[in-house]
């Protein structure tokens, strides 16, 4: 038997145990969001370094920087001229929303037609379970070196990513660092994340009066803050729905696309409703700024009075495309809000969330070796995609280890809905990606 084909004949075999085990995490609510209890978070990294011990690993810890969330550490030492590679993922979870908005509890998991429905089931326990699952099935046939590091932090934006890395470098040091946090094509296609777009956030405040007035008596001359900040916010696209911002760079268009029913599909989008922007969807996705308006500040309907209000605040994310330096954008942003401020209105921009965007090198050994693995776990080639969303923490990595080699790779697919309401990850894909791991850390191995 070929060693792809005894891999995997493991995995399968293997799969169940991991299966529980990924149940068994999505049961702990570790959001690290700081409303929630964070005892959830600290009893997650105790469940993570347990299940490390049994993998072989001859050193866990649980470690913490400043006041950071806890992370797992655990190594186990290269041999003789092989490389170490570095297994990321993070095992806190988005809050749960609105439980109504889930078709059962959020940290009960259960399965509907080939999917593990809960909370961190995709983002990103699955990816805590690619690693387990890969060292086990290689068990002492292993040939590299392995640290795994499972963050506490990720959905907070990794407040003391820097810190941490700063104060335990030499203990995550590594020739080559797998990210096992992104997405593949769709349920049967493999991808692998060569760019990421970067995020600025910020907050704006409209405000009109000192103080909220009678909308009878004094409505006409005066406009709400909710209709101004309203009329601000609709300068930041144009008509045809792309940013309107000045001084936010493109990189150029993917070379595959993304089909539109598919996307209409995967996204959720109700029939009738046309999609902004031009260009290619994948472009659009990936490539190019995006610029939503997440949060909105204002009188609650079953709270308002017949008052004229006085201020409204917007929190806005903004997703930049690779080769966009934050800072600069985030200037570019505020120079807009404050430029167009309708009819006089005092706007003021509260600086948020910085992160860097990410564009993986065309090609590499590490790439390669990937590659190779994934074809074969998969049975057809990775395609190289783009992500919308934002890894900053990639960026820190690569400050200080600038001679490893970074692979982003996917436990979820389109219709994962992380972030969201009945987040799932695909059983059979997860089974993949646990084989593909295992045939990386092979490949990588082979030289």
């Not at 704006?204 to 101004?228: K, Q, R, Y």
């Not at 000045?246 to 959720?268: C, K, N, Q």
């Not at 783009?386 to 990639?394: L, M, T, W």
């Amino acid at each position: 038997m070929t060693l792809p084909d005894d891999l995997r004949s493991r995995v399968h075999d293997l799969f169940p145990a991991l299966r529980a085990d990924l149940e068994a995490l999505v049961r702990i609510p570790s959001v690290s969001a700081p409303a929630f209890d964070q005892a959830h978070v600290a009893s997650s990294a105790e469940a993570v370094a347990e299940l490390l011990r049994g993998a072989g690993l001859d050193e866990v810890q649980i470690l913490t920087s400043g006041e950071s969330r806890p992370a797992v550490v655990a190594r186990r030492s290269a041999p003789a001229g092989a490389p170490t590679v570095l297994l990321y993922a993070h095992h806190d979870v988005q809050p749960p929303g609105d439980a109504a908005s889930w078709a059962t509890d959020p940290f009960v998991p259960t399965e509907r037609d080939g999917r593990l429905y809960g909370r961190g089931a995709a983002d990103d326990k699955a990816g805590i379970v690619a690693h387990l699952g890969a060292l086990r099935a290689l068990g002492d046939e292993l040939a590299v070196g392995v640290t795994v590091f499972v963050e506490g932090e990720e959905e907070i934006g990794s407040p003391y990513f820097g810190e941490f890395l700063a104060e335990h470098a030499e203990l995550l040091r590594a020739d080559v660092i797998v990210v096992a946090d992104s997405s593949n094509w769709k349920v049967g296609v493999p991808g692998l994340t060569t760019s990421l777009r970067g995020l600025v956030d910020c907050e704006v405040e409209l405000s009109v009066l000192s103080h909220a007035v009678h909308s009878g008596m004094f409505g006409g001359p005066v406009l709400d803050a909710i209709t101004l900040l309203s009329r601000l916010i609709s300068t930041l696209h144009d008509d045809a729905g792309d940013v309107a911002v000045a001084g936010l760079a493109h990189a150029p268009d993917p070379t595959v696309d993304y089909d539109e029913a598919d996307f209409r599909a995967d996204s959720g989008l109700l029939d009738g409703v046309q999609l902004a922007g031009t260009g290619p969807i994948s472009s659009r996705l990936w490539t190019k700024p995006a610029l939503s308006v997440i949060g909105f500040d204002a009188p609650t309907v079953a709270l308002s009075s017949n008052t004229i209000a006085p201020k409204a605040t917007a929190k806005l994310s903004l997703r930049i495309a690779a080769g966009q330096d934050p800072e600069a954008a985030l200037e570019a942003l505020r120079t807009h809000l404050l430029d167009n401020a309708p009819l006089g209105a005092k706007v003021v921009v509260r600086d948020g969330e910085l992160g860097k965007p990410f564009q993986a090198p065309a090609d590499s050994a590490a790439m390669r070796a990937a590659r190779a693995a994934f074809e074969q776990a998969w049975g057809v080639p990775p395609v190289d995609i783009g992500i919308g969303g934002s890894i900053p923490f990639i960026a820190d990595l690569l400050e200080v280890f600038p001679d490893a080699a970074i692979l982003v790779t996917g436990v979820e697919d389109p219709d994962s809905r992380a972030h969201g309401a009945d987040e799932s990850v695909h059983l059979g894909e997860l089974e993949k990606v646990v084989l593909a791991e295992a045939l990386l850390l092979d490949g990588l191995a082979q030289g």
